[in-house]
């Protein structure tokens, strides 16, 4: 039987070190198995993302069986932008089945931001609402109508948060909400500044919260000035403050992806001696490659 | 309010082609009060309608009528007395008055010239909010009287999602987050915790049902 490695590296105190993996616009699964063995000795899971965007990718859960037959802990990530309740029910036993022990339950990025602008957006369920159903379906095997499974699923469940969302006093808040609804692990939203995250960190530690969530700190390397200066006009819900913009931009350009580098480390570092934080999650959107270097960089080699 | 747009000309132009004889018929309510099917857009449509076909040199007679309801069958008869004096009738009222004048009036052809749109309020002059989705199941108290299936673009009972920014939605800059504004109304009201319940899934049978939804009132029947 299959553990989830993410909670087992959680359980132990270790500081968890997770990528992002984002499925091909293909059905090619060498794409996803090489991706795979570029990461496996740097993280302990792979969360793997559920057409980001909106845009049609091969599936999150056949990329996740994928991994697994490379040795990986997947995470499967679940929109609810695309099921409704019965697809979602059966994609949770489905995932089980088929070896998964991680989920990360999300409402998803709208429809009309991706390659499918018109689509019917399902939203039949929440982020919120999902969590809850998964873990009352692991829990004591039920699903929604109380209806009796015949065996449960086992998965280690999380959730995401952005600390830097609007309206900013509200998050931890929020992150509780979650954390009642089911959330046993959180990916954060990509921290930049990290005097905000602090801040936020010292209300979830006063509320408590550290001790019954396991909070895993987003981090992405920014490849250019450029791109930092474009997730901080355009990206909603990301703040990217000026100091970290300047020092982009005073690199030269060929040093622009050191540079990138070295910010992240230097915030997975940080993430370290934050009380409350129990690891990092890497997401390199379409440069996995910085990976290794990144963890191996932060101090966090070799894994458990 | 029902609120409704009326389609580009080319579009009625083109859906109108085959016939010579039209009966126009508006809508005196809803669609009246957001200027897209009442008698004044009836007038507009039909002169419109008329240069058009003298400047093309078509042959066209047009009549000009409006209803007061066009989704209820007694206003209807006065549609029906003049019905068969014509080839089409040209309906501006929305997707409810033209399917009640089908059901009244088997044997005519009803071409739509609006596009229903939503139940909206009258925000200011000439702007109209969507702000219900009619799901049959109104919890707005929960919510600070502002619906979250209407007015969050992924309709999240437990919101707000990470996206938003300065008070605006992701998806439409222009639009309000709904979920910023719930969180405001309902701190301001000093009613927050209801913010803190896991608000459980919705019952869209109630929207959904098995198809259309009925409403039999006995008490009203004759």
Known sequence: MTESRLKKVLTMG??????????????????????????????????????????????????????????????????????????????????????????????????????????????????????????????????????????????????????????QHYRVTRLAKKVRAGAEFIQTQCIYNLDRFKEFMREVVNRGLDGKVAILGGVTPLKSARMAEYMAKNVAGMDIPAGVIDRMKASPAKGERQEGIRIAVETIQALTQIKGVRGVHIMAIEWEEAVPELVEKAGLLPRP | MITAERKPFPEIKASIKPYEKILMVGCGTCVAECAAGGEKEVALLASLLRMDAAREGRKTEIKEMTVDRQCVYEFIDQVTALADQYDVILSLGCGAGVQAMAEVLPKIHIIPALNTTCIAETREAGVWLEDCRGCGDCKLDHFADICPITRCAKGLFNGPCGGSKDGHCEVDPEALCAWHQIITRLEETGRTESMDEVYPPANWAKKQGKGPRKIVREDQRA
Do not use: W
């Open chain 1, 14 to 167: 270790h500081f968890a070190v997770t990528a992002e993996c984002g499925p091909p616009k293909g059905a090619d699964p060498e794409v996803i198995r090489s991706k795979g063995r570029l990461l496996k000795a740097y993280v302990d899971s792979v969360n793997v993302t559920d057409n980001q965007t909106g845009v049609v990718r091969l599936s999150s859960l056949a990329s996740c069986v994928i991994l697994k037959g490379e040795g990986l802990d997947p995470v499967l990530q679940m929109v609810t932008r695309d099921r409704n309740r019965i697809a979602l029910q059966s994609d949770v036993l489905g995932a089980s089945a088929l070896g998964i022990r991680n989920i990360l339950c999300l409402s998803g990025d709208h429809q009309s931001l991706g390659n499918q602008p018109e689509a019917k957006g399902v939203f039949d369920l929440d982020s919120m609402q999902l969590l809850q159903v998964v873990r009352r379906m692991r829990d004591k095997g039920v699903i929604l109508g109380g209806d009796q499974l015949s065996s449960m699923p086992e998965l280690f469940i999380g959730a995401v948060e952005n600390p830097f969302g609007d309206p």
